[in-house]
């Protein structure tokens, strides 16, 4: 009877090779001494001293012979979407934990063969729990770097900034919820700390709106102007004092359609008349939040994109405007402008 098994012309009679993996753990020892023998239950009581920790294999510390490919410097590696609780402090004194996301990258020299990833790691969980988000940008950066032994060094934490608004004439209160990331980088030897913040709006098409009038006026015919969500994704290089909500109401204030969450009749009618009465092209937003930014003495350089999702055309209308070195790029990833594309 074969029982899955394959005789041996090599053997003494009555020996047999196993060619099936999961019937090795059914022979008798003497059957299958061409397999090593495991264990092949794990064993909760091991515990593994500082002598067994130092001879565990480190192939990403081995030498340069080990690298694969080019030996080319990597300008970022390291995690992205490392997420974890931060306290991030508020204009009012307050504070306030946010879920945030993490992406930590440090330079790789063309000799090293790679990183120690989970050092990033250990790195915010050092100060996650004793210090604000500001804090932990700057010693988790610091604390990586040394320890990865690089020359630059990049951090981002993402996360959902939440602030309650008030509707345009009813008082009715509701929470918005803004993207916002802070990034610092260190490059060679030079900080920069910038903040990018997603802030949706309408947009009523001035041309529209022209049109529209037009139809009421010379034929009594009724119409409606075009309007749309659209996203301005703000980036800036900012001083230490300038707040996320200050950030939050310089947006505002350059373009004052912000979407709403609270809504009663009589909101969305006064609505309808902000639109109106702020009717804007894709470039008319750009440089709406370029004048707010350039007025404030905390900003330096900064980044607009706007993104104007338009229910006229089966298309979008986009701009970008820079101010400054900082944001300055010959291009842009594919599928950039797809990420202000806002879910309802």
């Known amino acids: 009877m074969s029982m899955g098994l394959e005789l041996s012309p090599h053997r003494e009679q009555g020996e047999t090779t196993v060619n099936v993996p999961g019937a090795v753990a059914t022979q008798k020892p003497e059957q299958h001494r061409d397999y090593p023998i495991f264990s092949r239950k794990y064993?909760?009581?091991?515990?593994a001293d500082a002598a067994y920790r130092s001879g565990l294999p480190d192939l990403q510390n081995g030498p340069a012979s080990l690298i694969v490919g080019a030996q080319a410097p990597i300008q970022h590696v390291g995690i992205s979407n490392f997420r974890l609780p931060i306290r991030h402090l508020l204009r009012n004194g307050g504070e306030v934990v946010l879920e945030t996301s993490i992406t930590g990258t440090v330079s790789l020299s063309a000799e090293k063969k790679g990183i120690n990833m989970s050092r990033i790691m250990r790195s915010f969980y050092v100060h996650a729990e004793k210090s604000t988000?500001?804090?932990?940008?700057?010693?988790?950066?610091?604390?990586?770097?040394?320890?990865?032994?690089?020359?630059?060094?990049?951090?981002?934490?993402?996360?959902?900034?939440?602030?309650?608004t008030r509707s345009l004439r009813s008082g009715l209160t509701g929470w918005q919820y803004y993207d916002v990331a802070l990034e610092l980088v260190d490059l060679r030897g030079q900080r920069k700390k910038m903040v990018h913040l997603d802030y949706v709006y309408s947009s009523t098409c001035p041309c529209?709106?022209?049109?529209?009038?037009?139809?009421?006026?010379?034929?009594?015919?009724?119409?409606?102007p075009h309007s749309q969500r659209s996203t301005a994704r703000l980036s800036i290089l900012a001083g230490e004092d300038l707040w996320i909500e200050d950030f939050i109401d310089l947006a505002r204030l350059a373009v004052p359609t912000e979407t709403q969450v609270m809504v009663k009749r009589e909101d969305e009618q006064a609505f309808a008349e902000l639109n109106a009465a702020n009717?804007?092209?894709?470039?008319?937003?750009?440089?709406?939040?370029?004048?707010?930014?350039?007025?404030?003495?905390?900003?330096?350089?900064?980044?607009?994109?706007?993104?104007?999702?338009?229910?006229?055309?089966?298309?979008?209308?986009?701009?970008?405007?820079?101010?400054?070195?900082?944001?300055?790029?010959?291009?842009?990833?594919?599928?950039?402008?797809?990420?202000?594309?806002?879910a309802a």
């Open 43 to 47: 064993d909760a009581s091991f515990a």
């Open 133 to 164: 988000s500001l804090e932990v940008i700057e010693h988790a950066l610091r604390d990586y770097k040394q320890d990865l032994e690089s020359f630059d060094a990049r951090i981002q934490m993402r996360f959902s900034f939440p602030l309650q």
């Open 208 to 224: 529209s709106l022209e049109l529209s009038e037009h139809a009421r006026q010379t034929r009594g015919q009724l119409a409606t």
């Open 279 to 342: 009717p804007l092209f894709v470039e008319d937003a750009a440089r709406s939040f370029c004048a707010a930014l350039q007025s404030d003495h905390r900003i330096r350089d900064f980044r607009i994109v706007a993104s104007h999702q338009e229910s006229l055309h089966s298309h979008d209308a986009v701009s970008i405007l820079t101010r400054g070195a900082t944001f300055d790029q010959a291009s842009l990833d594919p599928k950039f402008f797809s990420t202000l594309i806002k």
